[in-house]
């Protein structure tokens, strides 16, 4: 691909004259933000202004084959397609313009048009749901009980009114996806927004599913199948990446997309997202002094929306097994939960982007199950896959499902909480952040729960036949022993520093077992099981 620039980022110096007002928000801002505004005493200011429409169209009207690519209200940015330098220079001289950046080379297909948001409209927020049975997590069960979230989910907090807004890549072939349909007939998806213009070049069908597969690990509801970390709550996709090339521009169209999360009234975003370079625009590559959270548009605008009331969770990057090795941005931003991602088993991906950020924060903020997660292609197809982008959701999903068990909290205090349950809250490191968060121990410290166990083993699945996963969040069980109706010891298996542990049960009868399972400091947790 051609370097020369032909995309530009146009920073604004005001905001003067703006038709827009705080008196009346609703013409910015849905019903909904303005609730949360006004819950959590979070001001409304300048700041939310859109873009001036005169200055917009002032520029816009300069030559005819100027396009509109992308706006940021918080940035006070308009990003362009302009393919004629002098006009540039035209632009740059203009009073109300501060200065203009290249962020892209495009080559734009003849009828390129930046694509227009779709309507939302508010849900009722912060309903509880009764569950009637149990919940049969199928084979995404470790992805949910590495984190105690099964337990979150058993008190009645499935997401249910929350709204999360998902930012990434494609959605392909995600309306043939049943959990997808379910949503539209529940009322639950509230819009599908495309940022991305309609550039020339060719899109692999990997980078096109990639919003599809990220989305089914929080929203999936196949009982005995996949249940995802937040199968009740509602859905927003937002389409801010290009997988044809990597350029500066896809900032621009992260800080749009969360803009859009903002005004709609998302509670949490997912985006399993990340900039460490940019090979197609080379002279915009980041250094790893820029992985501040203050140089990128990205960035500054994800440490907005977490100020503006949403939790955000960002995905660390899959860059620590390659000479990068950092986190990425928007991941360095300040007050998210950066993610980074781990096996079933607790220990670290090599893959999982490292911190700290170059201004000396923990990052990642904490670590989530990212190796051979499950998640749902087109057609209901159930597979694996791995990545940061995959751990992300499973712990957007989970905090969601806090928010609603504890709505009295803020979206600052809400990923304050998760924080301090990580298993290494007391001595963060580059790799886990403040480490893997126990959700329910979240919970219960919080709403004065006083029979919570951190030593409690679940057993899954129950009634097993061939294998039978133990999860402690705890990771400090040593010796496993199981024990028949006679008091009999049947199989004992010694282990160390997993928070999921798999003993073989094929040689066992079929019958009804005691386990007992002993930590490192000699303390005891009993669990049972049938084996068929």
């Excluded at 521009?249 to 509670?267: K, L, M, P, T, V």
């Excluded at 090599?350 to 990642?364: A, I, L, M, N």
Aim: glycine share 8%; aromatic share 12%.
């Amino acid at each position: 691909m051609a370097q020369t620039a032909n995309c530009y980022r146009i920073y604004l110096n005001n905001k003067d004259n703006s038709p827009y007002s705080i008196d009346n928000p609703l013409e910015y801002l849905s019903q909904r933000a303005i609730d949360k505004r006004t819950r959590f005493n979070i001001p409304i200011t300048e700041q939310d202004f859109p873009v001036n429409p005169e200055y917009k169209q002032h520029i816009l009207s300069l030559e005819f084959q100027i396009k509109l690519l992308s706006v940021s209200k918080w940035m006070n940015t308009m990003t362009v397609y302009c393919p004629d330098s002098s006009v540039v220079d035209e632009i740059e001289r203009l009073a109300f313009v501060d200065s203009v950046l290249p962020v892209a080379s495009y080559s734009f297909n003849s009828k390129s048009e930046r694509v227009d948001r779709e309507e939302w409209a508010p849900i009722v927020r912060n309903t509880y749901s009764v569950l009637e049975d149990e919940i049969d997590y199928g084979d995404g069960w470790g992805q949910i009980a590495i984190h105690n979230g099964h337990r979150l989910h058993e008190e009645g907090f499935r997401g249910d009114g929350m709204l999360i807004a998902v930012l990434d890549g494609g959605y392909y072939g995600i309306e043939s996806c049943t959990f997808y349909q379910t949503l539209v007939d529940e009322g639950r998806m509230l819009g599908r927004y495309v940022l991305v213009p309609d550039v020339a070049e060719e899109v692999s069908l990997w980078n096109e599913v990639h919003g599809t597969n990220v989305t089914s690990v929080m929203a999936a509801n196949a009982n005995g199948e996949l249940v995802g970390t937040a199968p009740m709550a509602s859905y927003a996709l937002i389409h801010t990446e290009w997988g044809g090339s990597e350029q500066l521009i896809e900032e621009d169209f992260w800080a749009n997309g969360a803009e859009i999360a903002d005004s709609i009234g998302a509670d949490v975003i997912n985006s399993s997202l990340g900039y460490s370079s940019f090979p197609d625009f080379p002279e915009a590559n980041i250094t790893y002094e820029e992985i501040d959270g203050r140089n990128s548009i990205a960035s500054r605008c994800a440490t907005i929306l977490g100020e503006k009331g949403v939790i955000v969770c960002i995905a660390a990057g899959n860059d620590g097994d390659k000479d990068w090795y950092y986190i990425g941005r928007p991941a360095d931003a300040f007050d998210i939960l950066c993610v980074g991602a781990c096996q079933t088993d607790s220990v670290i991906a090599e893959f999982s982007s490292r911190g700290y950020t170059y201004d000396g924060r923990v990052k990642p903020d904490i670590t989530s199950m990212g190796v051979s997660t499950y998640c749902y292609y087109p057609n209901d197809y159930l597979y694996t896959s791995n990545g940061t982008s995959l751990a992300c959701p499973v712990a957007a999903g989970l905090s969601a499902c806090l928010w609603q068990a504890m709505p009295e909290y803020s979206a600052s205090q809400i990923m304050q909480i998760i924080r301090e349950s990580g298993h290494l809250y007391h001595n963060p490191n580059p790799e886990y952040g403040y480490g893997i968060p126990d959700f329910y121990k979240a919970y219960a410290d919080h709403v004065g729960v006083d029979y919570y166990n951190p030593l409690e083993i679940s057993a899954y699945p129950n009634p097993a036949t061939e294998k039978l996963q133990l999860t402690n969040f705890e990771g400090n069980i040593r010796t496993i022993r199981i024990y028949n109706t006679a008091g009999q010891l049947v199989l004992q298996q010694v282990t160390s520093d997993k928070a999921m542990i798999e003993i073989s049960i094929n040689n066992l009868p079929k019958g009804f077992y005691v386990g007992l399972a002993t930590t490192t400091n000699q303390q005891n947790a009993s669990f049972k099981f049938v084996k068929n």
